[in-house]
């Protein structure tokens, strides 16, 4: 039986050679735009996007800012595609709870409609704990439902060859990350997205 990650893995790298021009890269382009919007940047941080595709949100957060950009993905194709969208950034083929990075690196950290896709979520927010420096920054957004419609869909959701596993609501991802010693510093919904900033205490 294939892991999540397995479908994920599969599912992206059939998809990241024309990532943007695919519905799930249309469908992605608002949550950028909004987190954009969002995150505080200083010049010269440290900022890892966590499944971060092709690499079109740290090209722009870099158009924003002078920063030091890293990103790693579950999907080899998308990562060889980042590393052509960003040359001078860091990029590796990766899980998002076992990085490999060293102790508290990063400023800012980001996840782009990729929360839903982790098989572990715990094990990611003690990871993103383990590499942000002391008041640095996570940023998640996320696919927004109402708790109905998660009820209806969560139990459908892992059937999904896409390596989804779980909608969540703002105060279950609150609550995974205060666990690990975060704490909600924004948050806004609008329509299906829902962006929470957490900063590390």
């Known amino acids: 039986m294939k892991s999540f990650e397995d479908k994920s893995r599969e599912s992206y790298n059939l998809k990241a050679d024309d990532y943007d021009e695919t519905f799930d890269g249309k469908f992605t382009a608002r949550f950028k735009e909004l987190l954009l919007d969002m995150i505080v940047l200083d010049t010269g941080n440290n900022v890892l996007d966590v499944a971060c595709g092709n690499g079109t949100l740290l090209r722009m957060l870099s158009a924003k800012k002078n920063i030091r950009g890293y990103g790693i993905d579950i999907s080899d194709r998308m990562i060889v595609n980042a ?6 950034m860091t990029f590796s083929v990766s899980g998002c709870d076992h990085t490999g990075f060293p102790d508290q690196i990063f400023d800012v950290m ?7 896709h982790f098989p572990n979520v715990k ?9 942000l420096k002391p008041g640095g920054r996570i940023y998640i957004a996320d696919v927004y439902y109402s708790s109905p419609i998660r009820i209806l869909l969560n139990p459908f959701i892992p059937l999904s060859k896409a390596g989804d596993v779980r909608f969540y609501s703002p105060r279950q991802i609150e609550k995974n990350f205060e666990t690990h010693g975060f704490h909600k510093t924004n948050f806004m919904i609008e329509g299906h997205i829902q962006i929470l900033e ?4």
Not at 110 to 116: I, M
Not at 123 to 131: C, D, G, K, P
């Open 110 to 116: 980001t996840v782009c409609a990729s929360y839903h």
């Open 83 to 88: 590393k052509k969208t960003c040359p001078d």
């Open 198 to 201: 957490l900063t590390k205490n």
């Open 123 to 131: 094990s990611f927010a003690a990871e993103a704990a383990r590499i």
